[in-house]
Nanobody, 120 residues
Framework: QGQLVESGGGLVQPGGSLRLSCAAS????????VAWYRQAPGKQREVVAIISSSGSATYADSMKARFTISRDNSRNTVNLQMNSLKPEDTAVYYCNAIITTRPGSTFSYWGQGTQVTVSS
């Protein structure tokens, strides 16, 4: 079984920065794609950024210039650096990872979410 734990959320003023982390633990053979999603109150969950096992990253258009996703495979960690934050970035941010726990057993895991609030 794998497990994901997010950290790094909080309250930040508009224009500020936050760095979210997603740490995977448990029985891990390999970690494939990892994605950050967010869900604002009253809205559907949306993808923020995805990083492949090789480190190739893609972003939602509205976040491409402000957010950076990265991964440290030695620590089973994926980070999301968020700069120039706006009030509309306020949401619960979730990490999702495709984890192979042993050859032939691959599952999608979700973290519990971390709240990001952008407000003055």
């Amino acid at each position: 079984q794998g497990q994901l734990v997010e950290s790094g959320g909080g309250l930040v003023q508009p224009g500020g920065s936050l760095r979210l982390s997603c740490a995977a633990s448990g029985t891990i053979f390999s970690i494939n794609n990892v994605a950050w999603y967010r869900q604002a109150p009253g809205k559907q969950r949306e993808v923020v950024a995805i990083i492949s096992s090789s480190g190739s990253a893609t972003y939602a258009d509205s976040m491409k210039a402000r957010f950076t996703i990265s991964r440290d495979n030695s620590r089973n960690t994926v980070n999301l650096q968020m700069n120039s934050l706006k009030p509309e970035d306020t949401a619960v941010y979730y990490c999702n990872a495709i984890i192979t726990t042993r050859p032939g057993s691959t599952f999608s895991y979700w973290g519990q979410g971390t709240q990001v609030t952008v407000s003055s």
